[in-house]
């Protein structure tokens, strides 16, 4: 387990500023501040009352808390119906089946400090230390109350305005995890939420455009309109997990823990017993618990977007007491929102290698759980016009932990005037052919041979797998021959195979079958730019073999890993993710063929390794001693200029950062060294005029063939000459 200091400051690194109060920033007027207050209530509305969101919770957040900002700077503006001070913001909800208790909301903590603050808030409430807390997921669904009479579900009702609700017995009957009976027949009430799992999300999604009516924005307002429903052509499933009990009679109060753990045995689904609820006894123990469930949000399946702290023992709740609108015995800590509303900017189609055709967003840049998204899926073309969302719509892009965003749907009131609806594509967008659309997936009616002279010609360029004699040519004839799909198949051609082709003679047959197979032993590097990943390019393949060293370490590292290289960045991680899970059928065709699949020098990154690595001022896998390091590990800032005898100007960039440098194109007073050979212009000279190390290029070819060689003696003589 991580040390809770460096757990918890991952988490406030993504917090969006706006949302916490005391970093908020009041209105400028009491108009401003009374226009706001409408805007609230009627956004609150709107999202207790049915299955439409008109604006993000970020944004809804946001503008809560200079609400909440304004009153703090200016207590003579207050409202005395401020949304603040109620459940639901106040907003008209309707509802006339009454609670037995009032169903409150919670006060909302965004960081470490914020949960430290409370817990030391409520100590002193007490008087003495709070005796243990619970910390449960808090599920992004809607509160209900279900009340058992005799073991048998008789009634629930939705929190409403807190005091009364609205009757969904029938609709809430259905959910997974309440059971129409108890496990013994006792009378009492249940609280939880209920929700929709992403799996059922997409299933309602599909039900629902598939009757005409436009889809849900997000999962939580899925199960909303579900709940509600009254008369519905289609069930989508929905879930529960309870929060709390009341009326359960064990004889004494016991803690809440216990209390939930009853309630399972009972054969209710709750949340302090879900996968990541815990029971701590200390805030340290606090913080860890809530780093797990954030680091788990997104593989549980269904949307959590907080984690819920509470006091465990019922003399401390009772002791601690609730406010109107919110318990002081318990608190949200709220985690960056999952689905944000952006403008999508236009609809790309791309072309996957297998010939899958497939729509993408393309997005003004937004902050969905804490990262930056720039694309997003919109699975398929029928799901696309289903979804009726049109380039220039104001859309929901939803990101569930680390799969590829996806756009949910689109806000029609707010589509512009001039918006054209996206057509989807006639032909192929790479070559022209035929589309198959007999399935969902469209593909080009050519597979794998639509995108192949492309990759094969990206495969045997000098840059990647520099395969002399595999021109453009002789790439068409190979393709058309039906003899090469991909670029494993190069490997196979024989020069029998290859004389019988148009204008090839046996002698450069025998030539491109020796050049193809000399290939073989060209570094990882290499071929990974030659596979052409998404979103890399030549210094970034070099960057991953270098970090990773095989092709094994790399296919087996997660997201996160993949995190840990300069430069990626959480979208592109999850693309070369998924770019690699697609090209894991040629990769293990190359490795049967004897491609060589590692990185020379560079030892094998292990899961783990990247920790320690750091620790040591390297992030190379724990790579040997690098002649480009400065004294404190970091690699030196290096720049070629000129020709260095052997190499092309890539290959130059390529041994610096084999040398552990890193290559930069302009010098400056950064630069650690310069590189000089035939032909250096002005860079020389402004590095002579800035003091900066310069290394004849001759020299550096002989620091390279030292250093491949591992002659450490000659390395460090080079080196040492200033
Ligand atoms: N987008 C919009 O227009 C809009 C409008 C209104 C409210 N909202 C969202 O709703 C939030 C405020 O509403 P709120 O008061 O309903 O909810 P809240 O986020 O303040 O939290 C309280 C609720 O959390 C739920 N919860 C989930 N798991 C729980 C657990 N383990 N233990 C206890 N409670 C648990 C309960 O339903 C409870 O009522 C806002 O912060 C905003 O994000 C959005
Ligand atoms: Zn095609």
Redesign the pocket.
């Known amino acids: 387990m991580e040390s809770s200091g460096e757990a918890v400051s991952t988490l406030v690194d993504h917090v969006d500023p706006v949302v916490d109060a005391a970093r908020a920033e009041p209105f400028e007027s009491p108009e401003r501040y009374a226009e706001v207050i409408e805007e609230?209530r009627s956004?609150?509305a709107?999202?207790?009352g049915g299955s439409d969101?008109?604006?993000?919770?970020?944004?809804?957040?946001a503008l809560?808390a200079r609400v909440t900002a304004t009153e703090a700077a200016f207590p003579e503006w207050k409202a005395a119906d401020s949304p603040t001070e109620v459940?639901?913001?106040g907003?008209a909800v309707v509802g006339d089946v009454v609670h037995s208790s009032p169903?409150?909301?919670?006060?909302?903590v965004f960081d470490e400090d914020g949960l430290r603050k409370w817990a030391a808030r409520l100590d002193k409430l007490l008087g003495r230390p709070a005796g243990g807390y619970t910390v449960?997921?808090?599920?992004?669904?809607?509160?209900i109350a279900a009340r058992y009479v005799d073991g048998v579900l008789t009634q629930v009702a939705t929190?409403g305005d807190g005091r009364a609700g609205e009757d969904v017995t029938g609709q809430a009957r259905r959910a997974a995890g309440l059971p129409e009976r108890l496990g013994e027949p006792l009378t009492l009430e249940v609280r939880?939420?209920v929700f929709m799992t992403d799996d059922d999300f997409a299933k309602a999604q599909v039900m629902r455009t598939g009757t005409g009516e436009p889809p849900f924005a997000h999962p939580r307002s899925a199960a909303a309109g579900t709940l509600r429903a009254q008369d519905r052509t289609y069930d989508a499933p929905l879930s529960f997990?309870a929060?709390?009990v009341h009326g359960l009679d064990l004889g004494e109060p016991v803690a809440h823990s216990a209390a939930m753990a009853h309630m399972e045995t009972l054969g209710v689904t709750t949340?302090?017993a879900s996968p990541v609820g815990a029971v701590c006894a200390t805030v340290d123990e606090i913080v860890a618990a809530v780093e797990v469930i954030n680091t788990k949000r997104g593989s549980l399946g269904y949307g959590v977007?907080?984690a819920?702290i509470?006091a465990d023992q019922p003399a401390d709740r009772d002791a601690a007491g609730s406010s109107s609108r919110?318990p002081r015995w318990?608190v949200?800590y709220?985690f960056p929102?999952d689905t944000r509303t952006t403008k999508l900017l236009r609809i790309d189609v791309q072309v996957g290698r297998t010939g899958v055709i497939t729509p993408v967003a393309v997005l003004e840049a937004v902050q969905v759980g804490g990262v930056t998204v720039t694309s997003a899926t919109l699975h398929n073309f029928g799901d696309l016009v289903r979804r009726n969302v049109w380039p220039g719509d104001t859309v929901f892009v939803r990101r569930a932990g680390d799969v590829i965003p996806e756009i949910t749907g689109a806000k029609l009131d707010e589509r512009p005037a001039d918006a054209v609806a996206f057509e989807p594509p006639t032909h192929c967008p790479r070559c022209g052919g035929e589309i198959d659309r007999s399935q969902k997936r469209w593909r080009c009616t050519q597979g794998r041979a639509c995108g192949a002279r492309e990759s094969l010609a990206y495969y045997a360029a000098r840059d990647s797998m520099d395969i002399e004699g595999l021109g453009d040519k002789i790439i068409d004839l190979v393709v058309a021959a039906g003899l090469v799909t991909d670029p494993a198949d190069l490997y196979d051609l024989d020069v029998e195979a290859l004389v019988k082709l148009d204008r090839m003679g046996e002698t450069s047959a025998g030539k491109l079958v020796a050049n193809i197979a000399a290939s073989t032993s060209q570094p990882l590097s290499r071929v990974l730019t030659g596979l052409g990943v998404r979103m890399t390019g030549r210094s970034m393949s070099r960057r991953l073999a270098r970090h990773f060293g095989t092709m094994d370490a790399l296919t087996t590292a997660g997201v996160e890993d993949l995190q840990q290289v300069e430069g990626v960045g959480p979208e592109r991680a999850v693309t070369i993710h998924a770019e690699l899970v697609d090209l894991a059928p040629v990769i293990t065709k190359l490795r049967e063929r004897g491609v060589n699949m590692a990185e020379p020098g560079v030892k094998e990154w292990t899961p783990g390794a990247t920790e320690a690595a750091e620790e040591n001022g390297t992030t190379d896998g724990g790579a040997p001693v690098l002649p480009l390091r400065k004294a404190d590990g970091k690699p030196m800032t290096v720049v070629v200029t000129g020709s260095v005898p052997g190499l092309t100007r890539n290959e130059g960039n390529e041994a610096v950062e084999l040398l552990g440098g890193k290559s930069s194109g302009s010098v400056s007073a950064r630069t650690d060294l310069v590189v000089v050979g035939d032909g250096a212009g002005s860079k020389a000279d402004k590095a002579e005029s800035l003091g900066v190390r310069i290394m004849p290029a001759d020299r550096f070819a002989e620091l390279l063939a030292a250093h491949r060689a591992g002659d450490a003696a000659t390395v460090a003589e080079i080196l040492a000459v200033p």
Do not use: W
Request: glycine share 8%; aromatic share 8%; proline share 2%.
């Open positions: 609230i956004a609150a709107t999202y207790y969101l008109a604006m993000d919770d970020a944004t809804y957040d809560m459940v639901a913001a907003a169903m409150l909301s919670l006060d909302n449960e997921p808090k599920i992004d669904g809607l509160a929190r939880g939420e997990l929060y709390s949340t302090t977007d907080g819920v509470k919110a318990g949200a709220k929102a």
